[in-house]
Structure formats: C-alpha cells, structure tokens
Nanobody, 115 residues
Framework: QVQLVESGGGLVQPGGSLRLSCAAS????????MGWYRQAPGKQRELVAG???????SYADSVKGRFTISRSRAKNTVYLQMNSLKPEDTAVYYC?????????WGQGTQVTVSS
C-alpha cells in the first residue's frame, strides 16, 4: 500500500507562485510514473504534469512554461512548482502514482488564485 501526503496549497494572488509537495511512503523510484492532477468545480479531473521512471516530464498545454514537476530521492517527494498563477488554475490538486498496474491518490490540496 502506498500512502501519499500532499501539502503546499493555499490562497495566492494572480501572478504569484506556490510549490506543492507530495511525500510518499517509501522510495519514489519504485514507481512507474508520478503526476499531479487537478479538479476544478464542475469539471473533470485533468493531468497537469507527469514524470516517469526515466525522468521524462510532460505538461498540459495550459501550464507549459509556468509549472515544473520535480522529485527528490532523498525526501521521497515529488514537487509541483507553480509560477505565474492564474485564476483558472484554481482547483484541488491531487498527487498520483502508478506502480505495477495500481494507481494511488493523495487526499488533495486546495489551490485558490484570487485577488
């Protein structure tokens, strides 16, 4: 069983930055893939950024150039650095990992971008 604990959400003004963290139980390098998803009210959950075992990264078009996904072996943590935030980035952000065909989710952290 994999446990994921997210942190770092909050209220930020447009143009501001936040860094989300997702701490995993055990080594993150055993996972096939890790990613950040988000779900805004009334919308489907969408993939924001992902990183696979070889380190390759991918991003949704809406966040390219503004968000960066990274990971720390020492801290068993994956991060999402979010810059130049926009009101449309407001959502609950979820961490997800895949391992041997199983998918695990964190509890979610709220990000609100508003003046």
């Amino acid at each position: 069983q994999v446990q994921l604990v997210e942190s770092g959400g909050g209220l930020v003004q447009p143009g501001g930055s936040l860094r989300l963290s997702c701490a995993a139980s055990g080594s993150i390098f055993r996972f096939n893939a890790m990613g950040w998803y988000r779900q805004a009210p009334g919308k489907q959950r969408e993939l924001v950024a992902g990183i696979i075992s070889d380190g390759s990264r991918s991003y949704a078009d809406s966040v390219k150039g503004r968000f960066t996904i990274s990971r720390s072996r020492a801290k068993n943590t994956v991060y999402l650095q979010m810059n130049s935030l926009k009101p449309e980035d407001t959502a609950v952000y979820y961490c997800n990992v895949e391992q041997d065909g199983n998918s695990y989710w964190g509890q979610g952290t709220q990000v609100t971008v508003s003046s």
